[in-house]
């Protein structure tokens, strides 16, 4: 009997292990597709942050949940790139437009510098906390030099020279 409880207690630990996996797993891929229209979350891969991908796609798309330091995302490949490249103090030359939406905002990220993806004090005069936008990577630096870098203008382009400068483009009220 008592072997019996044990057992009994221990599958239910495993069987509540499983489950409390595949709930944040349900989250993880809820906050993914919270980041785009259902015509591009339907049919993206998903990938948690640490890139186990908690469900294969068909489409071009990769989509993330939210981070603490950035919001849900989905990503065409070259975003994954130029993410990839930052993150690795590596250059990165864009050569295609490509949409990354963040359609959910930033959430509870902390924001970003507008100028500098390394910066890390938010005190800083140009941090922002964006709510919902595309950004927009180009193939030539040369399209976004007469654009603004005022991140309170609809459209203007973060990082600006930088290899990882991009278009913000805002689609909702500010965070």
Known sequence: ????????????????????????????????????????????TIKAPDGTVLREGSSSYTCYPQQEIIGP????????ELIGAMLNHRDFDSDAFSVSYMLAGEGTALGVSN??????????????????????TVPDPALLEDLSTDPNDPVYVMWKDTPYAHIMVKIGGDE
């Open 1 to 44: 009997m008592k072997r019996a409880l044990i057992y009994s207690c221990l599958c239910f630990s495993i069987v509540g292990t499983k489950l409390a996996v595949a709930q944040d797993n349900e989250a993880m891929i809820a906050s993914a597709e919270s980041a785009a229209p259902n015509f591009v979350t339907a049919n993206a």
């Open 73 to 80: 995302m989905c990503n065409e490949a070259n975003w994954d």
């Open 115 to 136: 100028s500098d993806p390394y910066a890390t004090d938010a005190e800083a005069d140009d941090w922002v906390k964006e709510g919902p936008h595309l950004m927009i």
